[in-house]
């Protein structure tokens, strides 16, 4: 990953996310009396493990971590990714350690035996390592397709993807929304989605990749961060990892009598 990868962003590329949003679909079901916040990081550089963590503990939260095992320890125009010493700390801590595919592959691209594969590699990777099971998953690049989608639906109680919105009842738990906290207006746009979380009483996701005093285009600083997460405390936000938020907007399986 020294270069920076782009998802496929041709028409074909853009008919087959928005065909993918209608097919293979795990619709949410919520009923909430306050707004819940999730802060994710995906790819897990060494400064959001540290960093990060550290900004979420301060107020109390816990975060994701979507971890791909097959970088772990690389260098990329993200930082140094953390190594399994690191992802057990967060783990040990209460962070919730998740899925992003073993190699960072685009599942928008790839056939559903690498899909699969790729899948397998991280779990033996996180069995081998001593990391928790991964309930959830993102997809890199927030690349989608059908497959990709009927093959994670089988594995995963949630997918984040990367467009847009909040996750309220309906939303589809296999293609959810997300909101990047990057670039220079990052702040701006995170703080747009919190009111309107909050308006809505829904559920919004935020996610970041590094955590740097001079991050990439794909990061954001530690008092960025913070700010965040200050002001989504200040405004009653419960703040939930991923795979808490999922569970809590996953219908309760009711067993008929015999």
């Known amino acids: 990953m020294d270069t920076p990868y782009t998802a496929d962003r041709s028409l074909y590329g853009k008919l087959r996310r928005r065909l993918a949003r209608v097919v293979h679909a795990r619709p949410a079901q919520l009923n909430l009396t306050r707004p819940l916040l999730t802060v994710s990081f995906d790819d897990a550089p060494s400064s959001a493990a540290d960093a990060g963590a550290a900004i979420l503990e301060r107020h109390g939260a816990r975060g994701t971590w979507f971890i791909s095992a ?18 057990r700390a967060l783990a040990a801590a209460g962070h919730e350690i998740a899925c992003h595919t073993h190699d960072h592959i685009d599942c928008g691209k790839g056939t559903g035996e690498q899909i ?12 081998r390592e001593a990391f928790p099971e991964a309930a959830t998953f993102a997809y890199p690049y927030g690349d989608v397709s059908p497959q990709a989608k009927a093959i994670l639906r089988e594995r995963f109680t949630a997918a984040r993807a990367l467009h847009h919105g909040l ?28 009111r ?35 002001e989504a405390v200040q405004m009653g936000f419960e703040i ?7 569970r809590r907007a996953t219908p309760a399986v009711v067993k008929r009598a015999a």
């Not at 699969?116 to 069995?127: C, H, I, M, Y």
């Not at 670039?183 to 747009?192: C, F, I, K, L, R």
Request: proline share 3%; net charge negative; charged share 15%.
């Open 167 to 194: 996750i309220i009842t309906g939303t589809d738990l296999n293609q959810a929304p997300a909101v990047g906290i990057e670039g220079a207006d990052g702040e701006d746009v995170a703080q747009t989605w919190l």
């Open 116 to 127: 699969a594969g790729n899948l397998d590699l991280n779990a033996a990777a996180f069995q």
């Open 70 to 87: 097959g970088l772990m320890g690389q260098h990329s125009h993200l930082g140094t990714f953390a190594i399994a010493d690191e992802i």
């Open 196 to 230: 309107r979380a909050v308006d809505q009483t829904a559920w919004l996701v935020l996610y970041t990749h590094d955590v740097r005093e001079t991050p990439s285009s794909w990061g954001c600083t530690p008092a960025v961060l913070d700010r965040l997460v200050t």
């Open 240 to 246: 939930v990892t991923f795979a808490e938020g999922a």
